[in-house]
């Protein structure tokens, strides 16, 4: 009886420090999400609607500490997923100073695609903070053709937070990245 006590005890201390460690695994990293996480501090959030490309939304979000007047700023990027039972939305950031080496990927990515697509499976994926990952794969299909698929996952933990993108679609992504880019140094700079 004792034995079988000490392993259930164990067992629940094993699932506890476990599910702790995945807890601090998916913790953002990002400085707009810390900030938004502390207490004891008035912020104004102003929100700036980018658009959409192939279902997924982007928005600025200026962030403004009252007390301090400092300002920081991130991109938005919104993914849905719809089930019977009713539809989730996840959203995840990119800090204004990541939409640079994000743009360099995104760029690299849109010449990957525009080559031939190779005979095996190859993934390209840029990774932010916040657990926002962009990028493309190629894969073969039943006939044996080779095709590139643009993705955009929000939040590193579900594959739900996942939109696959046709590769014609890339340049719409970039185009939008780039007004992020340049609507966020703008707003920063006020």
Known sequence: MKKLLLTIVCSVFAL????????????????????????????EKQFYPLGSVAGVEFENLILTD????????????????YSSIGSDDY????????LDA????MNYIKEQVAK??????????????????????CSTDRKGE????????????????TKHLKADNL?????????AKTDLTTHLAK
């Open 102 to 105: 994000c743009l360099k990927s």
């Open 16 to 43: 506890v420090a476990s599910s702790q460690e995945k807890l601090s695994e998916s913790a953002s990293k990002s400085q707009v999400v810390e900030l938004l996480a502390k207490d004891g501090i008035l912020l």
């Open 116 to 137: 031939p697509a190779p005979s095996i499976y190859t993934e390209y994926e840029y990774s932010t903070r916040d657990g926002v990952s962009m990028g493309c794969y």
């Open 146 to 161: 080779s095709s590139w698929t643009i993705f955009i996952k929000t939040k590193k933990y579900t594959s739900r937070s």
């Open 66 to 81: 009252i007390t301090t007047g400092k300002k920081t700023g991130a991109l938005r990027v919104t993914t849905s997923y």
């Open 91 to 98: 959203i995840g950031t990119l800090d204004a100073d990541e």
């Open 171 to 179: 340049e719409a992504v970039i185009t939008t990245l780039e007004k």
